[in-house]
């Protein structure tokens, strides 16, 4: 009796399982974005969110939590309802790092959560002040261990991926850089701009109208080819090889949501980012857009989490 019992219990759980999965959705859906309104992911999930409400027939709500670099957002995905009615707007290369900087988290960026797609990516560009004798990566190097302990880069603060971008340049390329902390980019962009410090990295999108007025000497752009908004400036894989640092963003959803509703995302998500409309929006915006299956970006997590553990370790940086 008891086994019979157990078995009506376990086929009741997956007809239940399977009819919910297939009234998917039914009610508004929250996206949530770990940083505030009005920048660059809040921009990009603004950008699909209304299509993707519009083709599931439901409301995609943006909830913007930010704070705590991120961790904030991430840990009340990670513990919500896995229904398919939260989701995250995660960007990839913060948690990987925030894996390996904070002494403590709530969460695990792989375990606990459940891969939809790859969303869009950004680069990131090194630029200098002109008043600095280079013109490309190779003479920065030459530049830099000709000059030890006399060249800097700013960042948008300690662990952060422009810190920890440079940090990687230094492993690769042999250089004692020394790094510089602002709170925020745009500090950062002040200061190289007027000669405080000598090299920053910056967002694409913001370094780029200084580099065209030639306020910015570009040195390289931090994704594996030249990115469509500067083609004329080499990426700095085309010196240091694999060389990247990209701003990449992902949906992805609690841990143990249904995979009929993964998929579902999944798919709806491909066919919005690869609209032609959308595509030139994004583009316009600085971003391009990269889609994936769950799988695979599954994969590219794990392979994050293992590529910025030995670089955040050698920079020394820490958080609580």
């Given at each position: 009796?008891l086994?019979?019992i157990k078995t009506?219990?376990?086929?009741s759980?997956a007809?239940?399982f399977?009819?919910g999965?297939?009234?998917?959705?039914?009610?508004?859906?929250?996206?949530v974005?770990?940083?505030?309104?009005?920048?660059?992911?809040?921009?990009?999930?603004?950008?699909?969110s209304?299509?993707?409400?519009?083709d599931?027939?439901?409301?995609?709500?943006?909830?913007n939590k930010?704070g705590a670099g991120?961790n904030?957002?991430a840990?009340?995905v990670?513990?919500?309802?896995?229904?398919?009615y939260?989701?995250?707007l995660?960007m990839?290369?913060?948690q990987?790092?925030?894996?390996?900087?904070?002494?403590?988290?709530?969460?695990?960026v792989v375990?606990?959560?459940?891969?939809?797609?790859?969303v869009?990516?950004s680069?990131?560009?090194?630029v200098?002040?002109?008043s600095?004798p280079?013109k490309?990566v190779?003479?920065?190097?030459?530049?830099?261990?000709?000059?030890p302990?006399k060249v800097?880069f700013?960042?948008?603060?300690?662990?952060t991926?422009?810190?920890l971008?440079g940090?990687?340049?230094n492993?690769?390329a042999?250089t004692d850089?020394t790094?510089v902390?602002y709170k925020g980019?745009?500090p950062a962009?002040t200061d190289v701009l007027?000669?405080q410090?000598q090299?920053?990295?910056?967002?694409?999108?913001?370094a780029?109208?200084?580099?065209?007025?030639?306020?910015?000497?570009?040195?390289?752009?931090t994704?594996?080819?030249r990115?469509?908004?500067?083609?004329?400036?080499?990426?700095?894989?085309?010196?240091?090889n694999?060389?990247?640092?990209?701003?990449?963003?992902?949906l992805?959803?609690p841990?143990?949501?249904?995979?009929?509703i993964i998929?579902?995302?999944?798919?709806?998500?491909s066919?919005?980012l690869?609209?032609?409309?959308?595509k030139?929006?994004l583009?316009?915006?600085g971003?391009d857009?990269e889609?994936?299956?769950?799988?695979q970006?599954?994969e590219?997590?794990?392979?994050?989490?293992a590529?910025?553990?030995?670089i955040v370790k050698?920079s020394g940086?820490?958080a609580?």
């Amino acid at each position: 009796m008891l086994k019979i019992i157990k078995t009506i219990a376990l086929l009741s759980a997956a007809v239940s399982f399977g009819v919910g999965a297939q009234n998917y959705p039914n009610q508004p859906i929250r996206l949530v974005v770990p940083f505030a309104a009005g920048g660059p992911s809040d921009v990009l999930a603004r950008a699909f969110s209304q299509k993707l409400g519009d083709d599931l027939g439901q409301p995609v709500i943006i909830d913007n939590k930010p704070g705590a670099g991120t961790n904030l957002a991430a840990e009340f995905v990670a513990r919500s309802k896995a229904d398919g009615y939260t989701l995250f707007l995660m960007m990839v290369g913060t948690q990987a790092i925030n894996e390996s900087l904070y002494k403590k988290l709530n969460y695990n960026v792989v375990k606990d959560f459940a891969p939809i797609t790859l969303v869009a990516s950004s680069s990131l560009m090194l630029v200098a002040n002109p008043s600095v004798p280079v013109k490309n990566v190779s003479e920065l190097i030459a530049y830099a261990k000709a000059n030890p302990g006399k060249v800097n880069f700013g960042s948008s603060g300690t662990g952060t991926p422009l810190h920890l971008g440079g940090e990687l340049f230094n492993v690769q390329a042999g250089t004692d850089i020394t790094h510089v902390p602002y709170k925020g980019a745009a500090p950062a962009l002040t200061d190289v701009l007027g000669g405080q410090i000598q090299t920053a990295m910056i967002g694409t999108p913001a370094a780029l109208p200084y580099v065209k007025s030639g306020k910015l000497t570009p040195i390289g752009v931090t994704s594996l080819k030249r990115s469509p908004n500067a083609p004329e400036v080499p990426a700095i894989a085309e010196t240091l090889n694999k060389f990247e640092v990209e701003l990449v963003y992902a949906l992805v959803a609690p841990a143990g949501t249904p995979k009929e509703i993964i998929q579902r995302l999944n798919t709806q998500m491909s066919s919005i980012l690869n609209n032609p409309e959308i595509k030139s929006q994004l583009a316009s915006k600085g971003f391009d857009v990269e889609t994936s299956t769950p799988e695979q970006l599954g994969e590219y997590i794990k392979a994050e989490v293992a590529k910025w553990r030995p670089i955040v370790k050698k920079s020394g940086a820490t958080a609580e």
